[in-house]
């Protein structure tokens, strides 16, 4: 069985930071690429970004560089991946889901992707 589950989302106020977990388990994700998107009420869900199953390159959001990290944890059975967000702001609130797919290096469109979690929520007061 595929599960996805996010974690540590909250509320936080604004210059503050969050870490988001996933956990992935049901297949061999350590060769998948993941990434993180988010949904705010009213707007398509967008890019935040992504690792390749090597941990080897990163890519972000314009809106996120140089404030989220994305990383990942492939020694354990169950794949873990990480979304560092620092310097949050309000427009960064939003349901943020993890996302895993095996067919791309590098993908960056929701569509690209094969497996979801179920969301965690970041609401960042201002």
């Known amino acids: 069985q595929v599960q996805l589950v996010e974690s540590g989302g909250g509320l936080v106020q604004a210059g503050g930071s969050l870490r988001l977990s996933c956990a992935a388990s049901?297949?061999?994700?350590?060769?998948?690429?993941m990434g993180w998107f988010r949904q705010a009420p009213g707007m398509e869900r967008e890019f935040v970004a992504t690792i390749t199953w090597s941990a080897g390159t990163t890519y972000y959001s314009d809106s996120v560089k140089g404030r989220f990290i994305i990383s990942r944890d492939n020694t354990k059975n169950t794949v873990q991946v990480y979304l560092q967000m620092n310097s949050l702001k309000p427009e960064d609130t939003a349901v943020y889901y993890c996302?895993?797919?095996?067919?791309?290096?590098?993908?960056?469109?929701?569509?690209?992707?094969?497996?979801w979690g179920q969301g965690t929520q970041v609401t960042v007061s201002s």
């Open positions: 996302a895993a797919q095996g067919r791309y290096t590098v993908a960056m469109k929701p569509s690209s992707y094969d497996y």
């Open positions: 049901g297949r061999t994700f350590s060769n998948y690429g």
